[in-house]
């Protein structure tokens, strides 16, 4: 009863570290189901910390690269957009 769902457990800490979903299981058995539902929330806080670095990353492209100030500024509101949209 309860090799099937640590093995379901395992699946789903090998998909995290490969960046995939993991969505939350439900085993019938409380303590997975909360391991589960934390692996779930892991991945969400991921993607978010991902998508963060990602818009970060390209504002410090465009700093170093843009000498345009007015563009240089659109780039920051767009990046500024794009992260208060995401929350």
């Not at 818009?55 to 000498?67: C, H, I, Q, T």
């Not at 007015?70 to 920051?76: A, I, P, T």
Request: net charge positive.
């Amino acid at each position: 009863r309860i090799a099937a769902p640590i093995r379901a457990l395992e699946r789903q800490a090998g998909a995290l570290g490969r960046r995939e979903a993991v969505p939350a299981l439900r085993s019938g058995l409380a303590e997975v189901d909360r391991v589960s539902l934390a692996l779930d929330e892991a991945t969400a806080s991921l993607r978010e910390r991902n998508h963060l670095l990602n818009v970060l990353n390209r504002v410090g492209r465009s700093l170093a690269a843009e000498l345009d100030p007015d563009r240089l500024m659109q780039s920051l509101v767009a990046a500024g957009t794009e992260l208060a949209g995401a929350r």
